[in-house]
């Protein structure tokens, strides 16, 4: 990558930007795959739109990502919606640039070493069993909007020690908070943006009592919100009462839907897979059934490991990536990347590449054998995560949550899909099937 200095005449990508002022963001929103599937198709990995008042750069591919994550916070910036700005908070580490966010984001890694993943495995397990008899007792179920249940659920205990099973009116406003993220930021008494400013204030409000707790506690609780009162950074400074407000607000968000639509996508990939459920159900037949899930233990399912990257290749739940700002014209594949434009990297179709992967389409988990690793032919062609400096924060808690589930769901289920649904996807601003994949859920062999 050079910069435009040096070479001033590159063109532009190719593509078209639409009408004035709303751009293709009318098209875009109406079918999201299909238009980045056409465009892809006439114009190739790299190509200018307009969306959401911005005109922006897609970029898709290996290559294209690299060069993404290998400029993020150098010559790209991350940049926000203003709902999403206002939603966060001003303290959270998505709306944070440079170095505040680097620093900021040691210390939120603190809460996910190993250490603390290991403790949070044991009520991982418990909510999981809890979440299993109740779907046996109910039989027949919508497993994305339980799914859904159960990883909140997860997340506001591992976070600030609170259940939502205990409290149902915590579930109710972070529903009102999470559905104004995508809403137009307007308010006035009642819009849908409005609802959620006040969500936010309430859920603040709450943390505030969690914190004041914990603070008065002499007995250590091990979670995120504990973790998080004494983490330091490396010159001794703790975090404000601010910053981790919005940032265990930010993680309930990003560590809960995300982990929906991938769960929702294993069951789904199972389902249709019956060789593969066999395949995964033998690998957890070899193994002793802990009592609790050590890294040692969850090494040994090799097999389970590469179902769940396939997963998250084939219906990786983050459709598109966060934009980034352009603050420096620079040059991409030959094409000038211009000041001021936006660009993101577009997950599926990075993970659909023909010269990495054999038959893409398909859903074939031995592509990430040892033998075969067809992901190691080149850097970052599986991006489920993301990447470079803003990669997932909670990877190796979704991991650990994705595999914890997975065995213990096949050990001692099985489920049917329904007849009659729509399992057509909706992709924003999660990957999902259209009816919520309806399932008939029983022990085995009953
Ligand atoms: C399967 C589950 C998950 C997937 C697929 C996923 C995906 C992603 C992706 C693609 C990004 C980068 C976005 C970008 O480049 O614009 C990201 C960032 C992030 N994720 Fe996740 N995520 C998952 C689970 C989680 C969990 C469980 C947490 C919290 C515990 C979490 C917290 C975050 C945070 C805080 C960031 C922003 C990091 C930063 O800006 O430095 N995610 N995630």
Redesign the pocket.
């Known amino acids: 990558m050079t910069r435009l200095s040096t070479q001033p005449t590159l063109p532009l990508p190719p593509g078209r930007l639409g009408l004035p002022a709303i751009g293709e963001s009318i098209q875009y929103l109406q079918d999201p795959e299909g238009f980045i599937a056409k465009r892809q198709q006439r114009y190739g990995n790299i190509f200018k739109t307009h969306l959401f008042s911005r005109p922006t750069i897609t970029l898709i591919g290996a290559d294209a990502a690299r060069f993404l994550f290998a400029n993020d916070g150098q010559r790209l910036e991350?940049t926000n919606t203003p709902s999403f700005e206002v939603l966060l908070g001003a303290k959270s580490?998505?709306v944070q640039i440079g170095s505040v966010?680097q620093i900021l984001?040691r210390q939120?890694l603190q809460a996910?070493q190993p250490r603390a993943l290991e403790n949070y495995a044991l009520t991982m397990t418990e909510v999981t069993h809890h979440y299993l008899q109740k779907w046996e007792q109910i039989e027949t179920l919508t497993w994305y909007d339980e799914l859904k249940k159960y990883t909140l659920d997860i997340a506001c205990r591992l976070f600030v020690g609170v259940s939502t099973t205990a409290d149902e009116q915590l579930e109710k406003v972070y529903e009102t908070w999470s559905s104004g993220l995508l809403s137009i930021p307007v308010r006035f008494p009642g819009s849908k943006f409005d609802r959620a400013v006040r969500a936010r204030e309430q859920l603040l409000t709450q943390f505030d009592r969690l914190i004041d707790q914990r603070q008065q506690q002499s007995t250590e609780t091990q979670d995120v919100l504990s973790i998080l009162l004494v983490a330091k950074d490396e010159s001794g400074k703790a975090l404000s009462r601010e910053d981790i407000k919005d940032n265990i607000l930010?993680?309930l968000v990003?560590?809960h839907e995300?982990?929906t639509s991938?769960l929702t996508s294993l069951c789904l990939l199972l389902a249709q897979h019956p060789a593969v459920f066999k395949a995964v159900r033998a690998e957890q037949a070899q193994l002793e059934y802990p009592t609790s899930f050590t890294q040692d233990t969850l090494k040994q399912m090799t097999y389970l490991e590469q179902v769940l990257k396939e997963v998250?290749r084939i219906l990786?739940?983050?459709v598109r990536?966060?934009s980034r700002k352009v603050l420096e014209s620079c040059e991409f594949d030959g094409y000038l990347i211009p000041q001021g434009w936006d660009v993101y990297y577009q997950?599926p179709e990075t993970h659909r590449d023909k010269s990495i992967y054999t038959q893409p389409e398909q859903f074939d988990p031995d592509r990430f054998s040892l033998k075969r690793s067809e992901d190691k032919q080149k850097a970052f062609s599986h991006?489920?995560?993301?990447g470079g400096?803003?990669?997932?924060?909670?990877?190796e808690?979704?991991k650990l949550?994705?595999k914890l589930f997975a065995a213990l769901l096949v050990r001692n289920y099985e489920w049917e899909l329904l007849p009659g649904q729509n399992l057509e996807r909706i992709v924003l601003p999660f990957s999902r099937p259209r009816d919520g994949l309806k399932v008939k859920f029983s022990r085995q062999g009953m």
């Not at 991006?383 to 993301?386: S, V």
């Not at 400096?389 to 990877?395: A, F, S, Y």
């Open positions: 991350m580490i998505g966010h984001r939120l996910f930010g993680m990003a560590g995300t982990l991938a998250l990786p739940p983050v990536s966060g997950i991006i489920p995560f993301g400096i803003r990669e997932c924060l909670g990877k808690f979704a949550e994705m």
